[in-house]
């Protein structure tokens, strides 16, 4: 695994769909210098860039002629394998990059066609928002040949942070899968509990600002510790041992219940903390019952 940051280089490339992230990698690319060649289903998408400079293709597969380096940003996987078949021999000798947002199993799909059709292939993941491209707030994953992502790594690393996860095409969407993963799961928790906190009269702007200087600053040092826990099958007191940790869940169940909010989450938590506190391990902390997960228990 390599991590490096940018560098610039004028290699000429190809963007393959033009919506919010399209739009917004072949906008760095050609900031940054590099001839572009951009091509969008609807067209007419293609003029801001046009008029930035890019040279616009009638169709996917002379547009993907046009460059060495031929990146795709499309809506999923389905529209990916629908343009490519377009592309078909076009994309020959050239690399091709997939940011679009696929599974493991869709990217090594993806790396076979590319194979068959005489490309190298790299998958990616993007973490980041449009705006934040070309900067360090920008992350991605890379993986696939690593002779492909060698030679272009300069340029892939103009639109931001990069990771190389290895030659297996399905790692950067490991990657990327784990980290979109973790957002969701832990946002959806925050969105019921500031309906818990509208619900008693706070402001949830006001909430959402303090929690982002106490509980959520504390979240970097504590989601390392779990990582480490998790790994070495040791799990330390982590926010507390389990057994005053569980003293507390059924008043936040109650609280929710008595507003009519989703409890569901915390009656989880409940549950499981009651089970490892049962098998002898209520000293542990929070990593604790990652153990039980997956048992179906
Ligand atoms: N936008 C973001 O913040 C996120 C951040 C994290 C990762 N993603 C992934 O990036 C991929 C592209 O997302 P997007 O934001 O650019 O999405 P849209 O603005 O909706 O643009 C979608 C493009 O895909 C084209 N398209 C869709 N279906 C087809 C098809 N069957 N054939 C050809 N092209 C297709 C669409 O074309 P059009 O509707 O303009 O004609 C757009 O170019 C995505 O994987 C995110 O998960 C973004």
Not at 131 to 152: K, Q
Not at 221 to 244: N, T, W
Not at 269 to 276: E, I, P
């Amino acid at each position: 695994m390599t991590t490096t940051t940018a560098s610039h280089s004028p290699t000429p490339v190809t963007v393959l769909g033009l919506g919010a992230m399209g739009s917004a990698i072949a906008r760095t690319f050609l900031d940054r210098g590099h001839p572009v060649t951009v091509w969008n289903r609807t067209a007419e998408k293609a003029a801001p860039l046009a008029e930035a400079g890019a040279a616009t293709a009638e169709t996917a597969a002379e547009a993907a002629a046009a460059s060495p380096l031929v990146v795709v940003c499309l809506l999923d996987h389905e529209a990916v394998d629908a343009v490519l078949a377009d592309v078909g021999g076009a994309v020959g000798g050239k690399v091709l990059v997939n940011l679009t947002s696929d599974s493991p199993a869709q990217a090594r799909t993806t790396e076979r066609w590319a194979a068959e059709h005489g490309a190298e292939y790299i998958d990616g993941g993007i973490m980041a928002d449009p705006p934040d491209l070309g900067t360090s707030h920008a992350h991605f994953s890379f993986s696939g040949s690593r002779a492909a992502f060698e030679a272009h790594e300069p340029t892939l690393m103009e639109l931001g942070n990069g990771t190389y996860y290895g030659e297996d095409a399905g790692l950067a969407s490991v990657e990327f899968m784990a980290q979109v993963g973790t957002a969701y799961e832990l946002l959806l928790g925050f969105l019921h509990t500031l309906r818990l906190v509208k619900l008693e009269g706070a402001d949830p702007a006001e909430f959402a600002d303090r929690v982002a200087d106490s509980i959520a600053a504390s979240y970097p040092p504590l989601l390392r510790g779990i990582g480490k826990a998790v790994r070495d099958g040791e799990f330390p007191p982590d926010m507390g041992p389990l057994s005053v940790q569980a003293a507390l869940m059924d008043d936040l169940i109650d609280h929710r219940r008595a507003n009519g909010v989703d409890a569901a989450r915390m009656v989880e938590v409940k549950r499981l903390m009651d089970r490892r506190i049962a098998d002898g391990h209520g000293d542990e902390g929070f990593s604790g019952l990652f153990p039980l997960l997956g048992e179906g228990s």
